[in-house]
């Protein structure tokens, strides 16, 4: 049971480059959810998902895109990288609400 | 939209002294969640409360929930250079949706 996967671990990506953030969980959750952290800012809430085919906004959407064709799968799609969005990514699964969250081991991401 | 403060941001504490962190929502919760997340890791859960004037422990650590389900507190007896990390507490609302919104974090730093 690996839990929450994410990849990849690391990535450097250049000023206006696309790039997609895998993430993968085997619980048959249906809540995910992106976070970004940034140093004094906490978690900040990207985009999430109640189910396969159902996505919503966070606190911070501008700059991605998520989908859901699979219970397994929510990938962050960054549509043109900025260096704003240098950060470490998390993604996140629970069961339902009120339950406690899974996070993968994060992204870290470096846009220059 | 709900807001989850968190105090002290930064607390430093020679081993074996207590140490608390604060975290108060500007709406009722149904229910808080507390984080650990170690340098260089992933947040982990901890703990959930749900109900008003909960008291939940584990080992060395004190979870209390508010009367009002509007603050809680962690509590943790007689550090240990293990407990370093940043504990997180997220507040989940009544409304739908991800609804789980984090504080910015309590940063322990224990000196030996």
């Known amino acids: 049971n690996a839990g929450v996967t994410q990849t990849p671990k690391f990535q450097v990506l250049k000023t206006g480059q696309s790039m997609t953030l895998q993430c993968a969980q085997d619980?048959?959750?249906?809540?995910m959810s992106w976070y970004r952290q940034d140093p004094g800012m906490g978690l900040r809430l990207i985009h999430y998902s109640v189910g396969a085919g159902i996505t919503d906004q966070g606190e911070v959407p501008n700059g991605y895109n998520v989908s859901r064709s699979t219970t397994e799968d929510f990938p962050l799609r960054l549509l043109s990288a900025a260096p704003s969005q240098t950060s470490v990514y998390f993604c996140?699964?629970?069961?339902?609400?009120?339950?406690?969250?899974?996070f993968g081991q994060g992204t870290r991401l470096t846009v220059v | 939209g709900q807001q989850v403060m968190q105090i002290p941001q930064y607390q430093h504490v020679q081993e074996g002294e207590d140490f608390t962190t604060y975290c108060n929502s500007s709406t009722t919760l149904s229910n808080i969640q507390w984080y650990k997340q170690r340098p260089g890791g992933h947040p982990v859960f901890l703990i959930q409360l749900v109900k008003s004037g909960e008291v939940k422990k584990q080992k060395r650590l004190t979870f209390q929930f508010g009367e009002a389900k509007k603050n809680s507190s962690l509590h943790i007896t007689a550090t240990q250079t293990t407990d370093v990390g940043t504990y997180f507490c997220a507040g989940q609302s009544g409304g739908g949706a991800d609804g789980l919104t984090f504080g910015k974090g309590t940063h322990l730093i224990i000196q030996p």
């Open positions: 619980m048959n959750h249906e809540y």
């Open positions: 996140a699964s629970r069961w339902e609400v009120g339950t406690e969250a899974f």
